[in-house]
């Protein structure tokens, strides 16, 4: 990861974005598609300036607990843009799926 990067400022922070991934994730968790921390849910949003960001859960809590403060965001190189917690290996996989998409 870059260590010099422009963090996203609070008001930059898309609120509504980190409420779909609470809301949905809660879905997922109540139908019993996701155990514990294992899986994750990410949205890719568009950014002014960045051409996309992703928005998804922080490691070490599962979708079941997680929420809105919970939400961090990455930019397309995988630098911890908002969030004092980063992401689990498998955000690794989200970025390159959501770099392909254009």
């Known amino acids: 990861m870059k260590t010099n990067i422009d963090k996203l400022r609070e008001e930059e922070f ?28 990410a949205i890719r949003k568009a950014h002014p300036t960045r051409k996309w960001l992703c928005y998804t859960k922080r490691k070490g809590v599962s ?22 917690v980063d992401t689990s290996s498998g955000n690794k996989l989200n970025l390159e799926i959501f770099g392909l998409r254009g």
Request: hydrophobic share 35%.
């Open 14 to 41: 898309d609120k509504d974005t980190a409420k779909q991934i609470v809301r949905y994730g809660e879905f997922l968790a109540r139908r019993g598609l996701v155990y514990n921390t294992l899986g994750n849910i």
């Open 63 to 84: 979708l079941e607990e997680m929420t809105q403060e919970d939400v961090v965001v990455k930019d397309r190189e995988g630098n911890l843009l908002y969030g004092n």
